[in-house]
């Protein structure tokens, strides 16, 4: 398995941007799928978008899409989440996740986790 540690989170105003980086330890990561994905208070984790082991291919939740933009740097072992035009309702903790498989999309193809991290967006 792979360790995954997030950074970037914090509080930002409605309108704003920021950008989540995940730190992926180990030689491998290159071989990994890797997703973002949220959970609110009281509410389930949701997907918000994945990245292909290359980085060509990219997937995003309706409710992102055109806001947030994933990428990968594999001599860095690094993914990101360029988070713009940021909402109140984006508030959220923020989760990276590696999966084995390609094409990986839903929370259960993924099997490490980060811990996570807040952020908050005010109206």
């Known amino acids: 398995q792979v360790q995954l540690v997030e950074s970037g989170g914090g509080l930002v105003q409605a309108g704003g941007s920021l950008r989540l980086s995940c730190a992926a330890s180990g030689r491998t990561f290159s071989t990994y799928a890797m997703g973002w994905f949220r959970q609110a208070p009281g509410k389930d984790r949701e997907f918000v978008a994945t990245i292909s082991r290359s980085g060509g291919n990219t997937y995003y939740a309706d409710s992102v899409k055109g806001r947030f933009s994933i990428s990968r740097d594999n001599a860095k072992n690094t993914v990101y989440l360029q988070m713009s035009s940021l909402k109140p309702e984006d508030t959220a903790v923020y989760y990276c996740?590696?999966?084995?498989?390609?094409?990986?999309?839903?929370?259960?193809?993924?099997?490490?986790w980060g811990q996570g991290i807040q952020v908050t967006v005010s109206s």
């Open positions: 996740a590696a999966s084995p498989f390609m094409g990986a999309t839903v929370i259960s193809d993924f099997r490490s």
